[in-house]
């Protein structure tokens, strides 16, 4: 049988993990985990990087810190995975789909104005197989109507748009590490956070609801649950796999 995809291992993931292991700190956001966001906010001028367990779980923190409910609509485009469209249906919206462009199977940014309506309050393009949309047109778009943009990045690591990275132009990125990608964890994902305003709720999200996230860095004197959230965080095995890959980026993208 022909596999439907071949995980690109470095040799090293393994390593990393029997020290994560030895280290004694399993849980998420631990030495590894920082070593990845620290590279993705470094090397690609991400506001703020979350590791997640999925690209699905990223969108759906994204859908949670863009504040969208029951009667709100979101711009999805037509070609695409379920998790695009399913993490705002969570937050009971009406998704909206907009049709391809003729060439590519990414979301026609002609097409989409045409689609806003008083009740939009979402774009989310996906830049399918790592091709750029037309950013430039969509975020013009999301400025008039004062709109917020949540880039679908899960097929995108490394790649970019006129010069600037994929993930870091819209008010949100989402990624993905699936073993189905150039850059693997076995199953994973990030939320990239450019727009200020959503950083700090977006740990709190991210830490099942609670400022912990400040309490570790020293900033309160005790965490409590303070807002919505889940547990979003991936373990240290899985960004410990990850940070292997990351040191050979440029590699596996060659």
Known sequence: MIPFNKPFLTGRETEYISQAVAGGKLSGNGVYTKKCQDFFEQRY?????????????????????????????????SYTFVSSALAFVRQGCRIVFADSCNDNPNIDADKIERLVTERTR???????????????????????????VVEDAAQAVDSYYKGRPLGSIGHMGCFSFHETKNIIAGEGGMLTINDSRFIRRSEIIWEKGTNRSEFFRGEVNKYGWVDTGSSFLPSELVTAFLWAQLENIDVIQQ
């Open 122 to 148: 979402v774009i989310v393009p996906v830049h399918y197989a790592g091709v750029a949309c037309d950013m430039d047109k969509i975020m013009d778009i999301a400025l008039r109507h004062n709109l917020i």
């Open 45 to 77: 001028g991400f506001g703020k990087a979350l590791m997640t367990t999925s690209c699905t779980d990223a969108l759906e923190m994204a859908a949670i810190l863009s504040g969208v409910g029951p009667g709100d609509e979101v711009i999805v485009p």
